[in-house]
């Protein structure tokens, strides 16, 4: 059973750019959600998509953005990057909810210089 | 804002010894509760979920929860080196914090030989 799957694995962007960044849940999971890693603020919510609609939505700004298709696969959006977005953007799927626990994927290590 | 607290470590046991992780949380209406481990480099790991007060044990883990006292631990027996890594405590939100997973910024165990 293949596991969650998030591309690409490493991005270096400049300031100003904005970058896409996607994410393959495992095969039958509708819940989709996104952590931002950083070693100062440890992982923190951004966003939890199910069935293509936002449930729940962290305390970031606008400039991140997300989006859930109907295969379950979803995208998050960063625009205007700021050096301070460089951190390990981990997805992570659930059958259902969070009741049952997240399947993290190995994540994207984005770098803004 | 929903907090999960976790002393940062780093801890140091021997091998062969009980390793005892712990974690507090704010949210009273939180009703799941899990532990993951984090290898350096490497996404969360699932490795218990507990949703009743009480000890619930899967071979050498056992978590343990307290809902009135808001307290979670995990405790490791029989410790190994491979069981060096960073722990996260998460709860599932409730009310306006639902259909998300809060974690601890972690507790770091060495298992030194």
């Known amino acids: 059973k293949a596991g969650v799957t998030q591309t690409p694995r490493y991005l270096i962007k400049t300031r100003g750019q904005q970058v896409t960044l996607s994410c393959s849940p495992i095969?039958?999971?509708?819940?989709v959600s996104w952590y931002q890693q950083t070693p100062g603020q440890g992982l923190q919510f951004l966003f939890e998509?199910?069935?293509?609609?936002?449930?729940n939505k962290g305390n970031f700004p606008g400039r991140f953005s997300g989006r859930q298709f109907s295969n379950s696969r979803s995208e998050m959006n960063v625009s205007t990057l700021e050096l301070g977005d460089s951190a390990l953007y981990l997805c992570?799927?659930?059958?259902?909810?969070?009741?049952?626990?997240?399947?993290f994927g190995s994540g994207t290590r984005l770098t803004v210089v | 804002q929903k907090e999960v607290e976790q002393n940062s470590g780093p801890l140091s046991v021997p091998e062969g010894a009980i390793a005892s992780l712990n974690c507090t949380y704010s949210?009273?209406?939180?009703?799941?509760f899990f532990w993951y481990r984090q290898y350096s480099g490497k996404s969360p790991e699932l490795i218990m979920s507990i949703y009743s007060n009480g000890d619930k044990e899967d071979g050498r883990f056992t978590a343990q929860l307290n809902k009135a006292s808001q307290y979670v631990s995990l405790l490791i027996r029989d410790s190994q080196p491979s069981d060096s890594a960073t722990y996260l405590c998460?709860?599932?939100?409730?009310?306006?914090?639902?259909?998300?997973?809060?974690f601890g910024k972690g507790t770091k165990l060495s298992v030194i030989p």
């Open positions: 992570a799927s659930s059958l259902t909810v969070t009741t049952y626990g997240y399947t």
């Open positions: 998460a709860v599932e939100g409730s009310g306006a914090g639902s259909y998300q997973l809060t």
């Open positions: 095969s039958g999971h509708r819940s």
């Open positions: 998509y199910f069935s293509e609609t936002q449930r």
């Open positions: 949210d009273r209406g939180s009703q799941s």
